[in-house]
């Protein structure tokens, strides 16, 4: 089984239509969560963290649930610049250091 | 601008000929990766430095080779290259990935370097 488990997708979606992701992590111990955006053949970019409590940034939504281990990324309004892949990122700790694991992505496109 | 660079960017080549890819940061980032991107498998960690002359094997080190001699390098060196090291590799850098430094510090990612393996 997977550490971090995505549905690939693809994901397609109208303009201005609500998307959300989910992305479930196997290992309780988790200590921080993320979302990362990949553009087609491009490198990952940080998109946003994931805090317990919820948290937006302007039409993007993360949020955490501890108890069943998952974390979600819902996207309103959603523009042609928003296709990409988003990679969901956990870490763990390792020793004296946290390390990363990324989910496969989950492939969005956003139609005219 | 602060930034990963990588060269080369495209590689294509014969199994067993020794290559390298080279990765660099501007940042003076501690911690510097290499990561492994294959359809459906998303990003696995090749190897990992936490700091100069420090490094450490990811989830797939077998048939790659890493150095650390100064901070803002990171090299990835394929001894003898094989057809399953056709990839696209991607080297990253963040500040720091101890675990009393908090919040956790962005990796920045350099451009990728897509490796086909005859």
């Known amino acids: 089984r997977k550490e971090v488990e995505q549905d690939p997708g693809p994901f397609n979606v109208p303009e201005g239509a609500t998307v959300a992701f989910n992305c479930t992590y196997s290992?309780?111990?988790?200590?921080?969560f993320f979302w990362y955006r990949q553009d087609c053949r491009k490198e990952p970019k940080l998109l946003m963290s994931v805090y317990s409590s919820g948290n937006e940034d302007g039409r993007f939504t993360a949020q955490l649930n501890r108890a069943s281990q998952y974390i979600s990324l819902l996207i309103r309004d959603s523009k042609l610049s928003d296709s990409a892949t988003y990679l969901c990122v956990v870490t763990y700790a390792l020793g004296s250091a946290r390390q990363l694991t990324f989910g496969s992505g989950t492939q969005l496109t956003v139609l005219p | 601008e602060a930034q990963v660079t990588q060269n080369p960017r495209y590689l294509i080549t014969v199994t067993g000929k020794k290559l390298t890819v080279t990765c660099s940061q501007n940042m003076n980032h501690e911690y510097m990766s290499w990561y492994r991107q294959d359809p459906g498998l998303g990003l696995r960690q090749i190897y990992y430095s936490m700091n100069v002359e420090v490094t450490d094997k990811g989830d797939v080190p077998e048939g790659y080779k890493v150095s650390r001699k100064e901070k803002r390098n990171f090299p990835l060196i394929l001894e003898s290259p094989s057809p399953n090291q056709t990839s696209l590799y991607f080297c990253?850098?963040?500040?720091?990935?101890?675990?009393?430094?908090?919040?956790?510090?962005?990796?920045?990612f350099g451009p990728g370097t897509r490796l086909t393996v005859l």
């Open positions: 290992n309780s111990a988790s200590q921080s």
């Open positions: 990253a850098s963040s500040l720091s990935i101890r675990r009393e430094r908090f919040p956790y510090n962005e990796q920045f």
